[in-house]
């Protein structure tokens, strides 16, 4: 009796703003998307949109989408992933960037390592690695924390912490916010970092309000930036 061919796995970057796609589809993607039929997305909506740019000659509504996002529990993705163990192909969509970093698209990925399922990353922008190439930072040695406590009392644990580490380890601290509390962040970070503790603000990398600058708190402190509702990376480092 011969053995289910088993589909592959594509992790499928997606721009980071709406003026970036001509910078970042490549034939490969093109290619890719054309032959797939099965897609999970963190946005159903905002995945069609993606692949009607394209232009690629696929009708949208006979393409399957399901959602895969923050809420999506280990037990729902074999379900999820039930078309690679039926010998199909699967697209994994982030929401903006590169699934898997800072994405749930690593779920989908680990079931299929689980099941010996071919995965292919694809070549695409990530907003976190794009960020440090700019910021000037420690390339060799860096940790992402994503996104920080709201809790008052532990975000001011976590950012000394955080400070104290870039210190003693020459290590750069990478890390982001809920655009909309991106300006209390910041704040916060002029509050609790020490004067001459650098600080890079990563702004909407790629769009048309893009801004990547490195400073010290002290000189941040002078000239605060707006970044309230605007996609940013923060990195610390000294």
């Known amino acids: 009796m011969n053995k289910q061919k088993k589909g592959k796995l594509y992790l499928i970057p997606t721009p980071l703003s709406e003026n970036s796609l001509d910078k970042m ?14 897609f999970l997305a963190e946005n159903v909506r905002t995945a069609r949109r993606f692949i009607s740019s394209l232009k690629l000659e696929k ?16 037990k729902e ?17 982030s929401e903006a960037g590169c699934p898997g970093i800072a994405d749930p698209g690593n779920l989908a990925a680990a079931f299929a390592h689980q099941h010996d399922i071919e995965v292919i990353p694809l070549i695409g922008p990530s907003s976190i690695f794009m960020a440090l190439m700019a ?32 210190i003693n380890k ?22 609790y970092c020490r004067p001459y503790t650098r600080l890079c603000v990563a702004k ?21 930036p707006d970044l309230h509702k605007v996609p940013t990376i923060f990195l610390v480092y000294s």
Request: charged share 25%; glycine share 4%; hydrophobic share 40%.
């Open 59 to 74: 009708v949208i509504e006979d393409l399957n989408f399901d959602i895969l996002d923050k809420n999506t529990s280990v």
């Open 170 to 191: 020459s290590q750069t601290q990478i890390f982001m916010e809920t655009p909309y509390r991106n300006n209390r962040l910041f704040a916060d970070l002029m509050k």
């Open 135 to 166: 910021s000037g930072f420690n390339g060799q040695s860096f940790v992402f924390h994503g996104y920080l406590p709201i809790d008052k009392q532990k975000r001011m644990q976590l950012i000394k912490a955080i400070e104290k580490d870039a």
């Open 77 to 93: 993705i074999h379900k999820l992933c039930t078309p690679l163990l039926q010998g199909k192909d699967l697209g994994v969509l």
């Open 204 to 224: 909407d990398i790629s769009g048309a309000l893009e801004m990547i600058k490195t400073r010290t708190i002290l000189d941040w402190k002078k000239s605060r």
């Open 25 to 38: 589809v490549t034939d490969e993607m093109n290619s890719v998307i054309k032959d797939l039929n099965f």
